[in-house]
């Protein structure tokens, strides 16, 4: 069955200090990968989705990015946080293609704090 | 233009009752696949039912059943006697076959609370 595992669980970083968030997929081959933002209260927002390796795309310019320099890792990243930042992040999968009838499999999250 | 609505913001429901959460979608796509997913306090996305735009009877999956209106384009989540864990928010979502490629627009989410 397939998995996925999303670290850390919680994370409380200062301003301007960089950020790694990991995802990693278990189980399929060449699967969709989402990064998402949660505001608290709200619905989620899509950042970036990848395809395949090294194949990104981002939905909303930011201070972040991401990568995938494995078919079954996701990285999200940011060189310097800012208090914006903040939120509740998830990782998700869905198998590869363009299938409509394809769910998303989510992470458990990675609450993120900026001080 | 805002292609998932949910207007309830919250709901309420008594234990072994039954609810409604509403869920209205725009897509010019002939093709597009509607989703439910349930977010606990604990913050996990968890998925519940799918219904295809193709799909001529309503998905249903144990106490959940999806009142698929495609010509009202309306996906309502109906959740058959309530329980207490069922206190969650709920997320519907769709995905478009032709023009969505691959990506799952959310709904801003429902807040159910079960009462005992």
């Known amino acids: 069955s397939q998995t996925i595992h999303q670290w850390p669980a919680t994370l409380v970083q200062p301003v301007g200090s960089p950020l790694s968030l990991e995802c990693t997929v278990e189980?399929?081959?060449?699967?969709?990968l989402y990064w998402y933002r949660q505001a608290a209260g709200r619905g989620l927002q899509l950042l970036f989705y990848?395809?395949?390796?090294?194949?990104i795309s981002s939905e909303v310019p930011q201070n972040l990015s991401a990568s995938r320099p494995q078919d079954r890792q996701f990285i999200l990243s940011s060189k310097k946080l800012l208090l914006s930042d903040s939120g509740f992040y998830l990782c998700?999968?869905?198998?590869?293609?363009?299938?409509?009838?394809?769910?998303?499999?989510f992470g458990d999250g990675t609450r993120l704090s900026i001080l | 233009a805002q292609k998932i609505t949910q207007t309830q913001p919250g709901m309420f429901v008594q234990e072994k009752e039954a609810v409604t959460l509403d869920c209205t979608y725009d897509?010019?796509?002939?093709?597009?696949?509607l989703f439910w997913y349930k977010q606990p306090s604990s913050g996990e996305m968890i998925f519940l039912i799918y219904q295809g735009s193709y799909d001529e009877q309503n998905a249903t999956e144990g106490r959940y059943s999806l009142n698929f209106q495609k010509a009202r384009k309306s996906a309502n989540l109906v959740i058959s006697a309530s329980q207490l864990g069922d206190s969650a928010m709920y997320f519907c979502a769709m995905r478009e076959g032709r023009t969505g490629g691959f990506k799952t627009i959310f709904g801003a989410g429902t807040r159910l609370f079960v009462k005992a």
């Open positions: 998700a999968w869905s198998v590869g293609g363009q299938g409509e009838n394809q769910p998303q499999h």
């Open positions: 189980g399929t081959s060449n699967p969709n």
């Open positions: 990848s395809v395949g390796i090294g194949q």
């Open positions: 897509t010019s796509d002939q093709s597009y696949g």
